[in-house]
């Protein structure tokens, strides 16, 4: 790992409001990317949730690619295996390391006050992908990924315009519990079904877990029955598929007797859109390597840049997926 320099760092944490003390967190001069012409590695320590999904896999390559030897970095990578305890150690770990900057994929949205604060106080920034914290954004330089509540929305929204003033009993998979993602996408499906006639009859974690989805679904096959249960809200596809084995195991017809709508558009998902085993998908778009990347090295290079960044999502229906399911990256 080389040797750290407080240039263009300075300028930065100067603008975030963090203690400068520590002798890490710069790339000023010659860093990568920075326009300066220079070609000095940089190092960044990358906290992942871990491998629960195929959302997850096409996260974690994308992030790969673009944190390459090629691109001028040397990666650290740590998957936390969804374990939030063991993901803020890694944290501490690249702070004591001494690594040019973090990337952080929060398993959940609390908690992040005090290792957050380390990383300021050596002076290391800490860019945040796809999932948000609770903590203040003062202490960390940006956050890209996607608008969770949006999506939340956008599936609630199909849910209201197919089922309307159709009595219908709905269970809920909820991703994992604290997450931003598993938070936001109740709060904004709920929402968008308010004054509608669909009722919430349950709702658990699958933890964004194909197995965790059918376990789950399982449970409330025996519970309410086939026949009770007109609607499935996945929140990823990993668990929509899982409840697909376990409402094809009850013999019933996932998509036609129950049906499902999920979020993440991943390959296995979309390919059970066009099969006709769920009904909706929203996107939910994990290639934000480059993104990252991209802010990892402004902020290094001492540029303003954005506290938020957005991607954008699109949804699709079964006869869309047929459409553009050969097309697709991930
Ligand atoms: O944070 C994004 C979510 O995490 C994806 O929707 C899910 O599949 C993943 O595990």
Request: with cysteine.
């Amino acid at each position: 790992m080389r040797k750290k320099t407080l240039l263009a760092g300075l300028a930065l944490l100067a603008g975030l409001g963090l203690a400068t003390t520590g002798c890490a967190g710069s790339n000023g001069a010659g860093a990568a990317g920075d326009g300066s012409g220079g070609d000095d590695v940089i190092t960044v320590g990358f906290a992942q949730t871990g491998s629960e999904s195929g959302w997850r896999s096409a996260n974690t390559e994308s992030m790969k690619e673009a944190f390459s030897a090629e691109n001028g970095y040397d990666l650290i990578f740590n998957a936390a295996d969804n374990d939030t305890a063991a993901q803020i150690a890694a944290v501490r770990d690249f702070i004591n390391q001494g690594v040019d900057a973090i990337v952080i994929a929060p398993i959940v949205e609390d908690g992040w006050d005090d290792v957050l604060q380390e990383a300021a106080d050596a002076g290391i920034p800490v860019i945040l992908e796809d999932r948000t914290v609770s903590a203040s954004d003062d202490l960390y330089a940006s956050w890209v990924g996607l608008d969770f509540k949006k999506e939340g929305v956008m599936a609630g929204e199909w849910a209201a315009e197919t089922f309307g003033d159709t009595p219908t009993k709905m269970v809920v998979l909820e991703g994992t519990t604290g997450s931003a993602p598993a938070n936001d996408r109740a709060a904004g499906f709920d929402e968008a079904v308010e004054g509608t006639a669909i009722e919430k009859i349950d709702s658990q974690t699958g933890d964004f877990t194909r197995d965790g989805g059918k376990t789950v679904m399982e449970g409330f096959l025996q519970k309410y029955g086939v026949d009770g249960i007109d609607l499935v809200y996945a929140h990823n596809d990993d668990m929509a598929l899982g409840a697909i084995e376990a409402i094809e195991a009850a013999g019933a017809e996932p998509g036609v007797d129950i049906q499902i709508v999920s979020i993440d558009a991943v390959k296995d998902g979309m390919q059970a859109l066009v099969d006709g085993k769920i009904n909706f998908i929203v996107e939910c778009n994990p290639l934000l390597g480059e993104l990252t990347s991209g802010l990892v090295r402004d902020v290094l290079a001492g540029k303003d840049v954005e506290k938020k960044v957005y991607v954008e999502d699109q949804s699709f229906t079964q006869e869309q997926a047929a459409e553009v399911i050969d097309s697709r990256p991930y």
